[in-house]
């Protein structure tokens, strides 16, 4: 990199590599970050800001395909939609009935982080006729859903925690043992946000002894890592970090990592920027 450090002015990146504060101090002629992604756990804003160095990401556009996804998660892991996938394929049918599932219409779902994502959960929700409960470190304003204030309680409340908040040092290991413990044993975790929002061994502890329900699960710790005790359980749903993976989204979200690098440019603001 040292060899090319001068004259670069502009760095288009993604939420999963980011920028550190290292490759900033090393580009001494950076004007302008632009990342794919509403993810800003990885982008050191702190670093781009002291340098006045303007970031721009990709919110709004990735909203629906990740909320369908949190869905998909849902339905997929309480009906057990790839289980019964897997029996079918393994021949199972014709020796046999298969368990049980869960019926997701009327349940309760719990949203962890009420915000641009978090509500187009929601809005899914209302059609399966799902009462939706929050919990945000402050209420939302003007939000028609009933905040509460104990994420613990909010664990106790719900059949469905989803995790919609963001990544980062403030959010890691929100979802604790007790957590986990509060939800219960026919109580499922939903996560489409950042694998660090959960307690990530207490999760696979939990799932393996069956005192949670069940988890449908986007997002891992240590991408691409995935806890290989996941693997034997059938109560879990994994995909591989996918939920705004579609032509239509990911064309979307390009185009604003373009827009935000061609206002820069233009000498106008960025369309959607991070700090
Ligand atoms: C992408 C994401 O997979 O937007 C985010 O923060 O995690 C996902 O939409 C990621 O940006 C690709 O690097």
């Known amino acids: 990199m040292q060899t090319h450090a001068k004259g670069v002015e502009a760095i288009a990146t993604s939420a999963r590599f980011g920028v550190d504060a290292k490759t900033i101090a090393a580009l001494p002629d ?3 970050i632009s990342s794919f992604g509403v993810g800003l756990d990885t982008l050191d804003l702190e670093a781009a800001k002291q340098r006045g160095i303007p970031v721009g990401y990709t919110p709004d556009v990735l909203n629906d ?4 996804t949190a869905f998909a998660l849902l339905l997929d892991v309480s009906r057990r939609i790839t289980e ?8 199972a049918w014709k020796k046999g009935q298969f368990t049980a599932a869960t019926r997701v219409t009327g349940k309760r779902l719990g ?14 929700a209302s059609g399966f006729d ?10 939302a304003q ?26 980062g040092a403030e959010t890691k290991g929100l979802v604790s043992a007790e957590i986990l413990d509060a939800i219960g044993p026919k109580g499922y975790v939903i996560n489409i946000s950042r694998g660090t929002v959960i ?34 359980l ?32 233009a000498g106008k603001p960025l369309v959607s920027a991070a700090w």
């Not at 799902?130 to 209420?139: D, I």
């Open 142 to 167: 003007g939000s028609p859903y009933t905040y509460v204030a104990s994420l613990k309680e909010l664990a106790q409340w719900c059949d469905y925690l989803v995790i919609a908040s963001a990544g």
């Open 130 to 139: 799902m009462e939706v409960r929050y919990h945000n470190r402050k209420p």
């Open 234 to 265: 059938d109560n879990v749903v994994l995909l591989p970090h996918i939920a705004s993976n579609t032509h239509e989204t990911r064309a979307d979200m390009a185009q604003r990592v373009e827009d935000n690098l061609a206002a820069f440019f």
């Open 65 to 68: 395909c990740v909320a369908d």
């Open 199 to 232: 307690d990530e061994a207490a999760l696979v502890d939990a799932l393996t002894h069956q005192r949670i329900a069940g988890a449908g699960l986007d997002v891992f710790e240590r991408e691409p890592h995935v806890p290989e005790a996941l693997f034997a």
């Open 111 to 124: 949203i962890l982080g009420l915000g641009r994502i978090g509500n187009a959960i929601a809005k899914r």
């Open 30 to 32: 950076l004007k302008v």
């Open 84 to 91: 019964a996938d897997r029996a079918v394929r393994q021949g």
